[in-house]
């Protein structure tokens, strides 16, 4: 859920992991990825979201 902006374009990319920055597994590979090893992208943010739980059916 890190979310990865292109500087040029401003594409968006979610790269579908809660990490903050600094946080162990936390990186910019797979934005690298998505991008390409030749585009300048930023670190936007990770939301503070998480799926809602399941509801009980009792």
């Known amino acids: ?11 968006r990319f979610d790269d579908g992991v809660a990490l903050l920055p600094g946080e162990e597994g936390f990186s910019r590979a797979g934005a690298e990825a998505h991008f390409g090893a030749d585009v300048d992208f930023s670190y936007v943010g990770t939301p503070n979201w998480a799926p809602a739980a399941p509801e009980d059916d009792d």
Do not use: H, K, T
Not at 1 to 11: F, H, L, R, S, V
């Open 1 to 11: 859920m890190a979310i990865w902006q292109n500087d040029a374009n401003g594409e």
